[in-house]
């Protein structure tokens, strides 16, 4: 088709793709092209600010190696990632959800471990942490035999792929629930930390004034047949930047009690000083056992 003016291009464009075989994906297709020709009308694009919008996809992917992924970022900072999970969790939207969003650190094959051991894997400073964790179905019934993995920064805000002073796999954990559908393993609190600013994304955010911190968590992959996958978080509750954390994934449900213990008997024999508690119950919702794709290797 020839195009005469501005207006032709949007269902020129619709057109040619309309012989697409997957029906889904045509769907996703138009959409996306209707909404990014409307969004150009919306703000008059210039060419210049085209060329920036290019660049930025362009160094997305020049950024993204196999132990980053600027992509997953990106797409966190902008509050997509937290948006796409409230849209496909708690019944669809529906009701409250214990899920958030992955985030660029979860790596597959974290070391098998006992319930009741650490995942301190190296020398890794600050106060000791005890999670206790359940996993339940909808109807509150344990679930048992969920393969869980867990994984965190270290107390400088560092996740151990990051850090060239911290072993392989430290603070990273494969748990599975024991018949009372629960889960518990030792390890030291984890602290907030700044996303990594030296991409796109930390441009964008230096630009708009915004600070680069996470309030500190835990992550959790709770897998098991039958149910959807729940890939979730839980926030240290005295955190500074629970009300602002930079990637928008901070839901009331998860913020967890991190009870801090200063006398009796703590739970380990080497334990001098002060130590963690964290008590917690995960809700995992019907649905279909699909890993994602790891954003690291
Ligand atoms: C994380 O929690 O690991 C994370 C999530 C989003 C962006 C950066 C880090
Ligand atoms: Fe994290």
């Not at 409230?86 to 094959?109: K, V």
């Not at 051991?117 to 206790?132: C, E, H, Q, W």
């Not at 000083?273 to 008590?279: Q, S, V």
Request: proline letters at 7%; hydrophobic letters at 40%.
């Amino acid at each position: 088709m020839i195009i005469e003016n501005e207006d032709e291009v949007t269902p020129a464009v619709l057109k040619a793709m309309s012989g697409g075989k997957d029906p889904r994906l045509l769907q996703i297709a138009s959409a996306f092209v209707r909404h990014m020709h409307a969004f150009a009308r919306e703000v008059r694009l210039t060419e210049k600010e085209y060329e920036v919008g290019l660049d930025m996809l362009n160094r997305i992917g020049q950024a993204t190696n196999d132990s980053h992924n600027e992509a997953v970022l990106f797409g966190d900072s902008i509050g997509f990632s937290t948006l796409v999970c409230l849209m496909n969790n708690g019944m669809g939207g529906a009701t409250e959800t214990a899920a958030a969003l992955l985030g660029p650190f979860w790596r597959m094959n974290s070391p098998p471990t006992k319930n009741g051991d650490t995942i301190v894997r190296s020398k890794t400073d600050g106060a000791p942490l005890f999670a206790n964790l359940v996993i339940v179905d909808q109807a509150g019934k344990p679930i048992p035999n969920v393969e869980v993995d867990v994984w965190h920064s270290s107390p400088v805000g560092l996740y151990e792929n990051q850090d060239p002073e911290q072993a392989d796999m430290n603070l990273r954990g494969k748990f599975h629930t024991d018949a009372e559908g629960r889960f518990w393993f030792r390890s030291t609190r984890p602290a907030g930390y700044p996303v990594p600013t030296h991409a796109v994304t930390g441009d964008i955010l230096r630009e708009q004034n915004r600070h680069p911190f996470r309030p500190a968590h835990l992550h959790f992959l709770c897998y098991k047949e039958g149910f959807k996958t729940l890939i979730t978080q839980v926030f240290v509750d005295d955190d500074e930047y629970l009300n602002s954390d930079v990637v928008f994934g901070v839901t009331r449900a998860l913020v967890g009690n991190f009870q801090k213990h200063e006398s009796g008997k703590a739970p380990a024999e080497d334990v001098t000083g002060p130590w963690f508690t964290l008590d917690y119950r995960l809700v995992m919702e019907p649905g279909t056992a699909q890993l994602p794709q790891p954003p690291i290797k």
